[in-house]
């Protein structure tokens, strides 16, 4: 399998970089039209999705980069090298929120109500940049059967790609992609409701990813590691508590779905 998707005048794009970029835009589109059925000005919705990509793809390089810094100590040249991976998506989402929760105050606009409005969307984004793994040949699972694989239904090109070295892997990226798509048709479900108060749809991802993530990285064989304990289930303890703890105090606020 080729990394390389095409070269333009002698420049290599990446399937890493390009399913990261796709799901980006289709992003933006669902923030952009959701937005609108709250009155939020699209140029705010630019500006912040513009500013957070780029401060969330440093973030989730920093992270990384932090967790292999003996790698990176000796191969500084490395550290910008992108396009051969190394993007961990709980940097991103801690420096993106980070930077949303200021701009929301600057602008004096409710960050919740932001966040809630983003939370399908940044699923969607997971599960089409997760390919790019895919293509990378990384975040893959522990040793299996190729008849434990077709057992699950996967893809046979899924499948065929996760024979590495002359073994079969799980599709850990297959599992959260298909995961973080759930997840998004969860979300669109309750956000129906027009009773929901604002928190729990960004309560809901924090639950929903948290739970998919720990489960999932206990299969992952390229965890970044905190100690002896595997950094991503910790955040994503984390992630679930304060999941919790919004949709919980979420009965103290507004509702997502304005009246009137």
């Not at 989730?60 to 090298?81: D, G, K, T």
């Not at 929903?208 to 100690?227: C, H, K, N, Q, V």
Request: glycine share 8%; net charge positive.
């Amino acid at each position: 399998m080729n990394r390389i998707a095409f070269s333009i005048m002698g420049f290599d794009i990446y399937w890493y970089s390009l399913c990261i970029l796709c799901g980006v835009l289709v992003a933006y589109v669902l923030i952009l039209k959701e937005a609108k059925k709250h009155n939020i000005d699209k140029e705010f919705i630019t500006d912040l999705v513009f500013y957070s990509i780029i401060i969330g793809l440093v973030g989730a390089r920093l992270y990384y980069v932090i967790f292999n810094l003996n790698y990176y100590m000796s191969n500084p040249s490395q550290i910008i090298a992108v396009w051969n991976g190394g993007l961990a998506i709980h940097g991103g989402i801690i420096f993106g929120a980070i930077f949303i929760y200021y701009y929301c105050k600057k602008k004096n606009i409710k960050f919740l109500r932001i966040t809630d409005i983003m939370a399908p969307a940044l699923l969607i984004a997971q599960a089409l940049g997760r390919w790019g793994n895919f293509f990378n040949k990384e975040a893959y699972g522990i040793k299996t059967t190729y008849k434990t694989l077709k057992n699950m239904h996967i893809p046979n090109f899924v499948i065929n790609g996760m024979k590495i070295n002359g073994v079969y892997h799980y599709p850990t990226f297959f599992f959260e992609s298909i995961g973080c798509i759930i997840g998004v048709i969860i979300i669109l479900i309750i956000r129906k409701n027009k009773k929901i108060k604002l928190g729990v749809l960004s309560g809901i991802y924090f639950v929903w990813y948290g739970i998919l993530r720990f489960f999932i990285e206990a299969l992952r064989t390229d965890s970044l590691m905190l100690f002896s304990l595997k950094a991503a289930q910790i955040v994503s303890l984390i992630s679930i508590i304060i999941g919790i703890v919004l949709i919980i105090t979420s009965s103290k606020r507004e509702k997502y779905i304005k009246e009137g």
